[in-house]
């Protein structure tokens, strides 16, 4: 049955970094860009997986999609556009947005958004910096080439890759999500704030590494006190099967196979639980903007 919601209900942000296993920094040492043509890809099948659930409960989400994978495999962009759910960018190479010499971060950022309109004749508005390594470069590149949002900015301090926002150039706060001067906007990824002491709880690596009570109960917390809860997850995380490599520093082999096995059945009972029995509401990136900041406009009319 189709549920129905007033615009006072609360919502939750599924997004899915649409990247391969062998493209995720952790194993950029044994994978490097120039071997990833002779990789198994294996991202179809997990992001199939991901439709099938998300259908199954009137789920929609944004899909931040690498140039790279768009290009391989269009016809799974347009899938992932025919069932309803946003496509936005997630770059082209997967490399930090502060590796990226400028004329080179300005064309992955046009590109990847010419490519995914063309397979779309969608309008691409969002964009997600790999391993939400934002910079204040990246923030203005986005507003000169036609970027409504942002999705990038990690409050967890403790990781070096995440970048920051300039805290300067926000003209207000509503609700957690942040609008510049132009009428461009970050959407953060959430975590957990008391007294200035971040708790990460956005997805990743920590939704598999924490128990899945204590994970629902940071996400009711949040719920509670913004209204909107954005969780991020990779097709790569719900795939056990995957190739493992074996010359990994312990580190990385740590963050990126822990609990593979587990992510794709705990997704499942966290969608079911706010979807059915918290009857919170579901909704893409922009549908979070239209909500909260436009009273239900499109994001792409203003």
Known sequence: MKKNFSADNKSCVITVDVEDWFQVENLRSACPVNMWDNMELRVERNVNRLLELFSALNIKATFFVLGWIAKKVPGLIKKIHNHGHEIASHGFWHTI????PPDQLRKEIVSSKKLLEDITGTRV???RAPNFSVTKELIQCLKDFG????SSYNSFKLNPRYGAVDQHEIKKNI????EFDSGFYEVPISNLEIKKIVFPAGGGAYFRIYPLFLFQLLIKYILHQKGWYLFYVH??????GQPKIKSLSINHRFRHYINLDK?????????????????IEFISCSELLNKKLFNNQKVSET
């Open 235 to 240: 097709p790569w995380e719900i795939d056990p």
């Open 175 to 178: 609700d957690g999500i942040f």
């Open 263 to 279: 992510t794709f059945e705990r997704l499942k009972k966290i969608c079911y639980h706010f979807s059915s029995i918290e009857h």
């Open 147 to 150: 970027y409504k949002y942002d």
């Open 125 to 127: 508005l969002g964009f």
């Open 97 to 100: 947005c502060s590796k990226i």
